[in-house]
């Protein structure tokens, strides 16, 4: 926020997309209460699915970050949005990368449920932005810089087959981010102890303008487990690179 942020997602204690990365509830409050007095907002992460008995647990998490400030919950679960809906939740829900938004189609139907934002897979060309911008009225948001996953968001299933740790409940183990030896049919090593499926970090700073008139109303960057001085840097970049 100090460097230019407009806004900060963060998750809770429970249900973030990185299980290591939890923050309690009393963090988010003083956050918020930080946030709001220059004008920006926090966006909470209640992005892994969920099983049925979890639901209540769900429901009770979201009132406890909407009692301390949070201005949106950013939710994958649709059993969630349905409970939202229901009982009346009254912070506006984003859907996430989790949710894999590649078409007009998808976008169509999640506005439908009741998102005010939807936060687009990263691969998409700015063709296809505009073509989901077309079919919706609801914010879009794009990642602009940080890592990038080998695999869908929320559509990759490496961590589970390898070690029985879903990503998409949290607990990836980040596979693509290890180090492999490459060896042929004969037993030949043509490559040794290399990271082969990590991609490299992605940077669109001489995007922005292309993906403002794409449709895109809020640039995001991919910041959880870095260090201080990488988020403080880059959201700094693009702050000043925006302005």
């Known amino acids: 926020i100090d460097c230019g942020a407009?806004?900060?997602?963060?998750?809770?204690?429970?249900?973030?997309?990185?299980?290591a990365a939890g923050n309690e509830?009393?963090?988010?409050?003083?956050?918020?209460?930080?946030?709001?007095?220059?004008?920006?907002?926090?966006?909470?992460?209640?992005?892994?699915?969920l099983y049925d008995n979890e639901i209540e647990d769900a429901w009770k998490h979201m009132l406890a970050v909407q009692e301390a400030g949070a201005d949106a919950?950013?939710?994958?679960?649709?059993?969630?949005?349905?409970?939202?809906?229901e009982r009346g939740n009254g912070l506006p829900l984003h859907a996430p990368t989790q949710c894999a938004i590649q078409t007009p189609e998808q976008a169509v139907f999640l506005e439908s449920l009741g998102f005010s934002r939807l936060i687009l897979e990263r691969e998409l060309s700015l063709e296809q932005?505009?073509?989901?911008?077309?079919?919706?009225?609801?914010?879009?948001?794009?990642f602009v810089h940080g890592a990038l996953c080998v695999c869908y968001s929320g559509q990759c299933y490496l961590s589970e087959h390898i070690a029985g740790r879903s990503a998409?409940?949290?607990?990836?183990?980040?596979?693509?981010?290890?180090?492999?030896?490459l060896v042929d049919d004969t037993g030949k090593v043509l490559v040794k102890d290399k990271a082969l499926l990590s991609l490299k970090?992605?940077?669109?700073?001489?995007?922005?303008?292309?993906?403002?008139?794409?449709?895109?109303?809020?640039?995001k960057i991919e910041g959880r487990l870095k260090?201080?001085?990488?988020?403080r840097n880059i959201v700094r970049y693009y702050s000043q690179k925006i302005d």
């Open 25 to 49: 509830i009393e963090d988010i409050r003083q956050l918020c209460e930080y946030a709001h007095k220059f004008g920006a907002r926090i966006f909470v992460t209640l992005n892994t699915i």
């Open 73 to 85: 919950l950013i939710v994958q679960e649709h059993a969630v949005v349905a409970l939202a809906k």
């Open 227 to 231: 260090n201080i001085s990488y988020v």
């Open 129 to 142: 932005i505009r073509a989901i911008r077309n079919a919706v009225t609801c914010e879009l948001e794009f």
């Open 6 to 19: 407009d806004a900060v997602y963060i998750a809770g204690p429970r249900f973030g997309a990185r299980q």
């Open 168 to 181: 998409n409940r949290g607990a990836c183990i980040q596979a693509c981010r290890s180090r492999y030896d």
């Open 201 to 219: 970090d992605f940077n669109l700073h001489d995007r922005i303008e292309e993906l403002a008139e794409a449709g895109i109303t809020s640039f």
